[in-house]
T-cell receptor, first 114, second 117 residues
Framework: DGGITQSPKYLFRKEGQNVTLSCEQN?????MYWYRQDPGQGLRLIYY???????QKGDIAEGYSVSREKKESFPLTVTSAQKNPTAFYLC?????????????FGSGTRLTVV | AQTVTQSQPEMSVQEAETVTLSCTYD???????LFWYKQPPSRQMILVIR??????QNATENRFSVNFQKAAKSFSLKISDSQLGDAAMYFC??????????????FGKGTKLSVIP
């Protein structure tokens, strides 16, 4: 079945460490996104990518980095520069521009700083 | 920039009753899409219903329907015959249909719906 796989489900990071969250899709979708979810804040866009080897900053990109070397994969690195990384991270994908389809979401990664 | 506002952080409904969740948005665009997403305790985001701005007819999906008022920039979700499985966070979202590369969804902060047996 087609879908989006995020791993790991839970991730613990020590202060000063970089960690990478995985996101893989087999839907043949062009666009992929990373959102951060905090209680009472809704979903805030971190980065998005419309095509391979191209990505754009979202509203809260500071302290994060991404790559898009393959259509299927869009990993997110939470760097030590991100001062408050504890949150729930959602990856999503969509077919592309000019249609009424929403996103397909992964099941999320819960990141906790210890 | 577009903004989406959900003014009800929490709501509750009796099982089998009807509840309406509010959503307003701010945009200068004439063509766009609106969505309602459900996030149950599992935290998996599920698309509930979508509406194209150029369509005057309100979208319906089984027990879920919307009241789309384009002039008022309002997009409320009505859940009829509420069931225990409807308990979740509900997010309203906006997506432009005009701008090149306008793939992004802008979300509201969500409404937590509780269903009382």
């Amino acid at each position: 079945d087609g879908g989006i796989t995020q791993s790991p489900k839970y991730l613990f990071r020590k202060e000063g460490q970089n960690v990478t969250l995985s996101c893989e899709q087999n839907l043949n979708h062009d666009a992929m996104y990373w959102y951060r979810q905090d209680p009472g804040q809704g979903l805030r866009l971190i980065y998005y990518s419309q095509i391979v080897n191209d990505f754009q900053k979202g509203d809260i990109a500071e302290g994060y980095s991404v790559s898009r070397e393959k259509k299927e994969s869009f990993p997110l690195t939470v760097t030590s520069a991100q001062k408050n990384p504890t949150a729930f991270y959602l990856c999503a994908s969509s077919i592309g521009y000019g249609n009424n389809y929403g996103y397909t979401f992964g099941s999320g990664t819960r990141l906790t700083v210890v | 920039a577009q903004t989406v506002t959900q003014s009800q952080p929490e709501m509750s409904v009796q099982e089998a009753e009807t509840v309406t969740l509010s959503c307003t948005y701010d945009t200068s665009e004439s063509d766009y899409y609106l969505f309602w997403y459900k996030q149950p305790p599992s935290r998996q985001m599920i698309l509930v219903i979508r509406q194209e701005a150029y369509k005057q007819q309100n979208a319906t999906e089984n027990r879920f329907s919307v009241n789309f008022q384009k002039a008022a920039k309002s997009f409320s979700l009505k859940i009829s015959d509420s069931q225990l499985g409807d308990a979740a966070m509900y997010f309203c979202a906006y997506r432009s249909a005009l701008r090149a590369g306008s793939y992004q969804l802008t979300f509201g902060k969500g409404t937590k719906l509780s269903v009382i047996p």
